[in-house]
């Protein structure tokens, strides 16, 4: 059964409308934060896989909204972007990126060392390692044409597709409940008084955003009202426009290059440019109109990618893939709670960035927004978490991730 373009967007508002009174109507996915297009995604993804495996209906949605809300999102994290803010969160954003490379690095030694001890090629290691989990879904098939091309090694892409769509999904669901954790060993240590000031506790344990705080920068409160007016939405539709054209023209020129990056790092790279200039021109970009489109855009993408998932391939998985992929899980939610949690902090941020860190460790850097965005909603808001995560998630780990895995081929196993 074929879905077309019209009829996909109605499915993924629908996927989001379904996620959002699941969270409102189910206590359980509201305690482990959730967020709402992860719930409904997966329910659509199961609907799909049941007509799948028992009516034998293959449902095929025509995705091709699916690449241009992905970079509209990007870009708006561009556009949202200030230098001077960056400046000032360096030194976080260096010890984030610092962590976020340690966990590049176990995540392929991990790999490895399973592969090994299970007896199949290292490079599935790799691919069930940082390949396919950190560099998500557009990294995994780019490598995995890379392994059977120079390598030899067979299906290789269509391993790294399953392996980040297992990230995609685990990433999603893992990011609040490690946060729901960290929330009440915070609230038992002393660098809860770090959070007094901005989060207030009530009678049941639950920490609540006070009125006084201060106002949420663009990604914060998805849900919020966005004050704007037409033309402030078109003038802020033009930058994305103008940030994706020439985004892609840029990644067209470094592919087969040393600098070759995928197109959505060269779009934020762009808007980053691009709002910075026109900032400097007194022409800042209307923040409200950003955050609306960023939102929106992060939302249907987040929707199309879940509900478009062919599950079945995962059950495809041979054991040691399996296993080394549940191996990872375990590894990130050990490396979010020990390390991630107590190397940036050990306080709210923390906890946010722990979140965050899960989304984009094993997913993609919307699955990172998705759960802050769910964290903040009930614990409340963190502008370091958001400044630090989009810029470290959408456009170092990218290079970081590409050096990692070219010093891992370097190794002798692989020759």
């Known amino acids: ?5 019209y009829g996909t967007l109605v499915a993924a508002s629908l996927v989001l409308l379904l996620g959002n009174r699941l969270v409102a109507a189910l206590p359980l996915l509201r305690k482990w934060t959730i967020p709402e297009p992860v719930a409904g995604g997966l329910v659509a993804a199961l609907a799909v896989f049941g007509l799948h495996s028992f009516a034998h209906v293959d449902v095929r949605f025509d995705v091709s909204l699916q690449t241009p809300l992905m970079l509209a999102f990007f870009a708006t994290i561009g556009l949202n972007a200030r230098l001077a803010s960056l400046k000032s969160g360096g ?18 030694a991990v790999g490895i060392g399973l592969a090994y001890a299970l007896g199949v090629d290292p490079l599935f290691g790799l691919l069930g390692g940082s390949v396919a989990l950190s ?3 557009g990294t995994g098939a780019a490598w995995g044409k890379v392994f059977t091309e120079r390598h030899g090694l067979q299906s290789a892409t269509e391993a790294a597709i399953a392996c980040a769509t297992f990230g995609l999904v685990m990433g999603g669901i893992l990011g609040g409940p490690v946060a729901q954790r960290l929330v009440k060993r915070l609230g038992r240590s002393e660098a809860a008084a770090a959070r007094a000031a901005a989060v207030d506790v009530d009678a049941d344990g639950e920490h609540h955003a006070p009125a006084a705080q201060a106002a949420p920068q663009a990604f914060e409160e998805p849900q919020a009202e966005q004050p704007t007016t037409a033309a402030a939405f078109i003038e802020t539709l033009t930058l994305i426009a103008i940030s994706l054209a020439a985004g892609n023209v840029l990644a067209g020129w470094l592919t087969g290059t040393a600098f070759e990056l995928p197109a959505f790092v060269c779009v934020l790279f762009v808007a980053v440019l691009l709002a910075n200039g026109l900032a400097v021109l007194g022409l800042p970009a209307i923040e409200h109109a950003v955050a609306l489109i960023g939102n929106v855009s992060l939302a249907l993408f987040l929707a199309m990618a879940l509900m478009t998932l062919r599950l079945w391939d995962l059950a495809a998985l041979a054991l040691p893939v399996f296993t080394i992929l549940v191996a990872q899980v375990v590894l990130m939610v050990l490396y979010a709670s020990f390390v991630t949690f107590r190397v940036m902090g050990s306080n709210y941020d923390a906890v946010v960035l722990s979140a965050g860190h899960c989304g984009f460790g094993l997913g993609a850097t919307p699955t990172a927004i998705a759960n802050m965005q769910a964290v903040t909603a009930r614990f409340g808001h963190s502008h370091l978490a958001f400044l630090v995560v989009p810029m470290v998630a959408a456009f170092f780990i990218d290079i970081a991730n590409a050096i990692v895995i070219k010093l891992f081929l370097a190794l002798p196993i692989f020759h």
């Open 1 to 5: 059964m074929n879905v077309d373009v």
């Open 91 to 108: 030194p976080m954003l260096a010890r984030f990126l610092a962590v976020v490379v340690g966990l590049l690095l176990l995540q392929n």
């Open 135 to 137: 560099g998500g879904h």
